[in-house]
C-alpha cells in the first residue's frame, strides 16, 4: 500500500471517530432535554392523579351534603306533621274543655251579668264634665313646663 492511500484510511477513521464522537457530544446534550421531558410528564402524571383525587373528594362531599340534606328535609316534614298531629289532638280536647266549662258557667248563672264601662261613683270616666277643668282654676295655675 502506498502512503497516499494509509493516509486517505487513516483520514476516513480519523473522521469517523470524530463523527462518532459529535455523535456521543449530541446525544448527551439531547439526552438532559428527554430527562428532562421525562420529569415533566411524570410532574404532569402525578398531577392528574392528584386532580383525579381532588375530583373524587369533592364529588364525594356533595354527595354527603345532598343526603345530609335530604335527612334535614325528611326530618322537618315529620316535624311538621307531628306538630300538625298534636295541634289537632290539643284542639280538640281543648275544645271539649272550654265546652265543658261553657256548659258549666251557663248552667250556674242563667243571666250573664251587665258589662261595667263606667267607675263607680257619682262621677265616672264617662260623666260628661270628665277631665274638664273649671275657667278660674286654669287661670290662677302656672302651665307646667314642656317634657321633651
Do not use: C
Request: charge should be negative; proline fraction near 3%; hydrophobic fraction near 35%.
Amino acid at each position: 500500500m502506498e502512503a497516499s492511500n494509509i493516509e486517505w484510511i487513516a483520514t476516513i477513521v480519523v473522521s469517523g471517530l470524530i463523527g462518532v464522537a459529535i455523535g456521543a457530544l449530541g446525544y448527551h446534550l439531547f439526552n438532559t432535554d428527554s430527562t428532562s421531558n421525562q420529569k415533566k410528564r411524570q410532574r404532569l402524571a402525578e398531577l392528574e392523579l392528584e386532580l383525579n383525587q381532588t375530583r373524587e373528594a369533592f364529588t364525594a362531599h356533595v354527595q354527603r351534603a345532598r343526603e345530609l340534606s335530604d335527612s334535614i328535609k325528611s326530618q322537618s316534614e315529620m316535624l311538621e306533621q307531628h306538630l300538625a298531629q298534636d295541634a289537632e289532638t290539643l284542639s280538640g280536647t281543648l275544645r271539649l274543655q272550654h265546652g265543658s266549662n261553657m256548659t258549666h258557667a251557663a248552667t250556674e248563672n242563667a243571666a250573664p251579668a251587665m258589662p261595667r264601662d263606667y267607675a263607680d261613683g257619682n262621677h265616672g270616666t264617662l260623666s260628661e264634665n270628665f277631665g274638664l277643668e273649671h275657667e278660674d282654676n286654669e287661670a290662677n295655675q302656672p302651665s307646667p313646663a314642656p317634657r321633651y
